[in-house]
């Protein structure tokens, strides 16, 4: 996957994430050819970096399938939506079409848990929030899952996530929207969303469960070190809602462009909260969840220590040391025969950092090559050698 600027999209390059307009449709989809009307739009729209699976507009590599269906996160953001616009002009709104939204989420996961977490989605700027809920939501059912939690309470949590932003209808959107540094004063008033979502939570009416379903938007903003607000709790004193919530919250606002900063790569927000975070997260459920995102998504460009290579292949558990196929040396010459390295099983090799447009235009402009067309040769081969092996 190779992150460009809208002016170095062209037609034909294949989209590896989906965007949402407005009204909590999808736009454009993961895996759509781009076209000039597209790039035009999407410049309309104010989108400026889109992530696309090759260089080359010919090479029409797919993207890698994530655990959630688009029809499902489409169908979840509109819900979220929904439910934002009912409580805003009602002060209540109408669970059972969240609910439903919430069962497709936990379906997918049931049935898709041989995917990774890979790139989810852009969202643009009025529509974070929705997106946002959507994809806390997707991210603390994956982890309730590996977890061994029963069924009833991986439920309760996805939809418990899908509405753990509540509270910021009582922020001012010139707060939760500034692209600087909030004032104290500011930040304190942002501070009062968890508690105020826990109100609102609490005050619904005809919903059930309701001391189980506040849970995440009261405790998503705790640290296990205390640092944490609304009510500073620590360690187990916070419920494993508001720790895996905790975990699913930052891992999609780092990974997403809001109006104050762009969007960090998996593998910065990896090393953000594993390394830079310390004491902010449980730390065995940190592991698992890692574990199970593409740290490095199939596509990816990297530098190793032995040369240049891009991402084949990622592994549950290994997802810090992917397979990737070497196709350059340290000093950027081309090799005549790509090698495929297992960096799990060959330590010598390390990820050093992960190439970005200015920096693979070496390659694609004065030699001329495309990494991405290795992914999808190495595609185009397994498929052959599985049709092979079932005549």
Known sequence: MIELPLKRLKPGMVMAQGIYNASGGSFLSKGVSLTDSYIQKLRELGVSDIIVTSLNPNDKVAPPEDVLEEKTRVLAVKRVYDMFQQVTKKGTFDAEPLMKASSAIVKDIAERRQNLVQLTDIRTHDMYTFAHSVNVSMLSALIAVLVGMKQEEISNLTLSALMHDLGKLAVPLEILNKPGRLTDEEFGIMKSHPRAGYDRIQAMKKLPNKDVLAIVALQHHEHMDGTGYPDHRKGNGIHIFGRISAIADVYDALTSSRPYKKAYIPSIAYNIMVNCSKGQFDEELLKLFFQNVAIYP??????TTLGYGVVKDVVFGKTD?????????????????????????????????????MELYHFIHEIGFDPGVLVSMERERAENDVTGASL
Request: aromatic share 6%; charged share 25%; with cysteine.
């Open 298 to 303: 199939m596509g990816t460009v990297v530098k």
């Open 321 to 357: 040391r992917p397979t990737v196929i070497l196709f350059a040396n340290p000093n950027t010459r081309l090799s005549f025969s790509p090698q495929e390295v297992d960096l799990f099983e060959n330590r010598e090799c390390a990820i050093e950092s992960v190439l970005k447009d």
